[in-house]
């Protein structure tokens, strides 16, 4: 997804493009990893340091709503988010001890497949898919 893309998309569902909105894609687009709002507040701040978290919070939601984002939990207690790229579909590796995650670009999508014949009529609007372990520097 392109910033001409996302803005293409807060503009036809009404949303006002402020500058805080811009910069907050920017820093997706930027670095394509997994940030926490605190995170995308302190690189917002670089360039508008009055923004507030509530601010932010605001933001990622609203963008979560409307598929720009995506949530990802790597059930450390901390929410983090990234862009929602259908091109770049993938799911994750997480370290239980130093909790960096590494992309994986296998999709278990016959799995899923499976699971949705013995559940008919269950319509599903996305999925998440992460394995936990240890990376070789923390074994």
């Known amino acids: 997804m392109s910033m001409e893309d996302v803005l293409d998309k807060l503009k036809s569902c009404g949303i006002k493009l402020t500058p805080q909105r811009q910069e907050v894609v920017r820093v997706f687009l930027e670095d394509n990893k997994h ?8 690189k917002v701040q670089q360039t508008f340091s009055s923004v ?3 601010t932010i919070y605001r933001t990622l939601n609203l963008f979560k709503d409307l598929g720009i984002i995506i949530e990802v939990d790597f059930f450390d207690g901390c ?9 770049n579909h993938h799911h994750h590796l997480v370290c239980l001890k130093c909790g960096k995650a590494k992309e ?5 999508a016959e799995c899923i497949h499976n699971i949705l014949k013995q559940n008919p009529g269950f319509k599903v609007s996305g999925h998440t898919f992460s394995i936990f372990g240890y990376c070789p520097n923390c074994q």
């Open 52 to 54: 507030s978290f509530d």
């Open 79 to 87: 929410r983090r988010f990234e862009m929602n790229d259908e091109n």
């Open 35 to 42: 940030f926490s709002a605190e995170e995308v507040l302190k």
């Open 104 to 108: 994986v670009h296998h999709c278990p």
